[in-house]
DNA sequence: GGCGAAATTCATCATGTGATGAATAATGCG
DNA sequence: CGCATTATTCATCACATGATGAATTTCGCC
């Protein structure tokens, strides 16, 4: 039996992008487990690297934490695709389609699979998301309801309900709607969330 | 200075319903921080109650966990508020109305939080949830999406709509839908869920 | 009034956690 | 080449966790 694969200690050759694998690793196992549930030696197994190494780059868990839920995604496309039309029309439908494309791939959810579960089991978590919503999303959405009664109110319900999705469909995933097709969802919910813009200017 | 007063071993005086007290204090850590981020002992110091005596009498944190999301609340109260009326003629504001009675008090919302924090954290949990969402929420309201196309869909929707509500506004408290008052959201929401009733029969 | 059963606590174990500091190996600048 | 710097692992700490078994105190039946 040759040497052992693993295990040699001191620097590897070549110049691997370990802290860019840490940093993977991190939002992977954090999107799985969220903060808590996540362990310094679990993300570090899912790097091929020795715990400490984690430490040696991020100093602390919640640093790493911090440093993986950055850059969670790019922004701009998002907002990008939510904004296409600033008019209130079809919002509901280019809603829906962003959060699905968003969620549609496991490396788009990840990191905010992990803000979401860490919120639920950590309030420091659940300050982060809070301002990760307000800033990110709705920060952006709200210039569509600008001037629209209670516009952040139902910027916020509609928001509420994609969140509600996430967790039915890709956390508990209850069955048929975890499994139904995208398009499908969108000519579900799309005249549903359409309504919190529309409903606006109903009479009363 | 006299006697110490906790921590004398042996049998309490008088009949106190211990194990009623160690499962009221279960459903609210568990409700706080979820499966893995209630322990025992933080349990039992909620119990008033020495760590061993609650696998004494639950054995194991698992069980404890099971009986105390048992009897989650009232079905028939549940059950009862939204098939008053066994049409789809105001579904909408009865799911919401519910929905904010049973969230409204701690006592109601606890044990459905702890297993929606759990199940954000465990894979048990998640199946718990869904099968109790789908025995006790799914299996009734399913009466009066029957023969409605996409029935299951629909109220699924709907249920996530309101598991998303519960994250905004009483996890992560997401102002101003956090204080807002019931009433508001009630009319805000109510028309909205209708949609997903209404919107079975609409042309395509 | 005595005695078995039940209720309660204490002491303890094995395990997993985040974190630290020293030791080893490769890199790259001079 | 030589040597400081960086990357990497190992050994270890202090602490929290779920769990178990023995010891202590009270209850309730006969």
Redesign the pocket.
């Known amino acids: 039996m040759g040497k052992v694969l ?11 992008d ?2 860019g694998e840490i940093l993977a690793a991190a939002r992977q196992v954090f999107g799985e487990r969220g903060y808590d549930g ?5 993300i570090a197994a899912a790097a ?6 984690v ?2 780059y991020f ?4 640093k790493l934490f911090l440093a993986a839920m950055d850059i969670p995604f790019d922004p701009s496309a998002i907002a990008g695709a939510i904004m296409d039309d600033t008019s209130g029309a079809g919002i509901g439908e280019r809603a829906i389609r962003t959060f699905l494309a968003v969620w549609g791939q496991p490396a788009g959810r990840a990191p905010i699979l992990a803000l979401l579960r860490s919120a639920m089991q950590n309030e420091a978590a659940a300050r982060l998301l809070r301002q990760f919503v307000t800033r990110a999303i709705l920060g952006r959405v709200l210039s569509i309801f600008e001037g629209v009664p209670n516009g952040a109110l139902r910027a916020e319900a509609m928001v509420s309900h994609l969140i509600g999705l996430a967790i039915v469909r890709y956390v508990v995933k209850l069955e048929p709607i975890a499994s139904v097709p995208d398009e499908d969802l969108v000519r579900l919910i799309a005249p549903v969330l359409q309504r919190y813009y529309d409903g606006a200017f109903e009479q009363d």
Chains 1, 2 share one sequence.
Do not use: F, I, Q, W
């Open positions: 693993r295990g040699r200690s001191g620097r590897r050759r070549g110049a691997p370990t802290k996540a362990s310094v030696r679990a091929g690297v020795d715990p400490a190494l430490h040696h100093g602390t868990k919640e």
